[in-house]
């Protein structure tokens, strides 16, 4: 069999691989804090008997887009984002330490700060925050969570803990199928001595969607060249089999 068959069979697949990327971003460009994929294609050859003068494209996920979105102002007390390059550190569903952008905070039923999916956020001693029943809660520029405690006679804000906000590396964290970024020996990181965070505010996507729909689109046109190059395949097969059998 023509190896033309093979790359073309292995382009459209790879094609489908591209387009689950774009659309999980495009997807995604309304929710907090999500950083979009970047996807590319690699020469790969195709190995076999004689000599390996076909190629075929292997669709992959290079790394991940992390700059920062638009921080859009919400007046909630709980909503924050943070300046600069920094992450929020969270507890992951393994239980290992994991980052995240998104500050959508709130609390839950066991009075832990946890993100908008549930996911306890850490404090600066690498455990996560409990928060006491308060009249308020305020969230400094450093972090620092304060509350004025239940009661008539609480006038003085009390500082119950610190969010734990950690810098990563490019070349030793990643992000994970669950969205979360973790480091590469899963150690957890120290905390961010010059962290920034801004209350009231939420981060958005950095998911251009034009962007996305013009790649899903000529990914779309790529598919269908692939399938076109199968077709050929086979008339071409179905040509040589005949004068075979005139032969």
């Known amino acids: 069999m023509d190896k033309v068959l093979y790359v073309a ?6 094609n489908m691989n591209a387009q689950q990327i774009r659309a999980n971003n495009l997807a ?3 929710t907090t804090g999500f950083k979009q994929d970047f996807e590319q294609a690699r020469a790969m050859r195709v190995l076999g008997e004689g000599y390996t003068s076909r190629v075929y494209s292997m669709a992959e996920t290079p790394g991940t887009n992390r700059a920062t979105g638009t921080l859009q102002e919400t007046g909630r007390d709980l909503d924050v984002s943070v300046v600069g390059n920094g992450w929020i550190a969270v507890q992951g569903p393994d239980g290992n330490e994991a980052y ?17 999916s549930g996911l306890p956020v850490m404090g600066a001693g ?16 450093d ?5 004025r405690p239940m009661g008539d006679n609480a006038v003085e804000l009390a500082l119950v803990d610190v969010i734990k906000v950690v810098e990563l590396d490019p070349a030793t ?18 905390p961010l001595l010059n962290a ?6 939420l981060e958005t996507s950095n998911v251009n969607a034009v962007e996305e729909l013009t790649a899903i689109i000529g990914l779309s046109r790529q598919y269908e060249i692939q399938v076109k190059m199968m077709k ?6 179905s040509a040589a089999a005949r004068i075979l059998q005139l032969s």
């Open 232 to 237: 050929t395949a086979e008339e071409n097969s």
């Open 173 to 190: 964290s990643f992000k994970g199928p669950d969205g979360l970024m973790r480091t590469d020996d899963r150690v957890p990181l120290p």
């Open 28 to 30: 995604n460009v309304t």
């Open 196 to 201: 920034s965070v801004r209350s009231g505010y």
């Open 126 to 141: 690498g455990i996560p925050i409990v928060i006491p029943p308060a009249q308020k809660i305020e969230i400094a520029n």
């Open 143 to 147: 972090g620092a969570i304060s509350i």
């Open 9 to 14: 069979m292995t382009g459209a697949r790879e």
């Open 100 to 116: 995240t952008r998104a500050g959508e905070l709130q609390i839950n039923a066991a009075n832990q700060l946890v993100t908008g």
